[in-house]
């Protein structure tokens, strides 16, 4: 069991920058970690996964999103930089058991979540 909590949403204008975080209840080492994002009245997308040093990213995002981790804090980071108004939204953390035969990426069966934190990004 792996309880999340994000943080670190709020209001930034267009070119800004925000950084994520996201505490587990426990280490993480051994899990595919993912950000998620949902605006309203769109489908929930990937934004970035990572996994024993791997990331991924959605291709909206990159070059402009980081992820990484901190696996002595049990926590999991998001340095969203350049933010457009599109990248306004509910930002969830995930957490999925790593399988070795199963790549870390956004079409895994992420199992824990958080509540969300909410990104608002005005023109």
């Known amino acids: 069991q792996v309880q999340l909590v994000e943080s670190g949403g709020g209001s930034v204008q267009a070119g800004g920058s925000l950084t994520l975080s996201c505490a587990a209840s426990r280490y993480t080492y051994n899990y595919c970690m993912g950000w998620f994002r949902q605006a309203p009245g769109k489908s929930r997308e990937g934004v970035a996964t990572?996994?024993?040093?791997?990331?991924s990213y959605a291709d909206s995002v990159k070059g402009r999103f980081t992820v990484s981790k901190d696996n002595a804090k049990y926590t999991l980071y998001l340095q969203m930089n350049s933010l457009k108004p599109e990248d306004a939204a509910m930002y969830y953390c995930?957490?999925?058991?790593?399988?070795?035969?199963?790549?870390?990426?956004?079409?895994?069966?992420?199992?824990?979540w958080g509540q969300g934190t909410q990104v608002t990004v005005s023109a």
């Open positions: 995930a957490a999925v058991r790593l399988v070795a035969s199963i790549p870390c990426n956004f079409r895994r069966n992420f199992n824990y």
């Open positions: 990572i996994s024993s040093g791997r990331t």
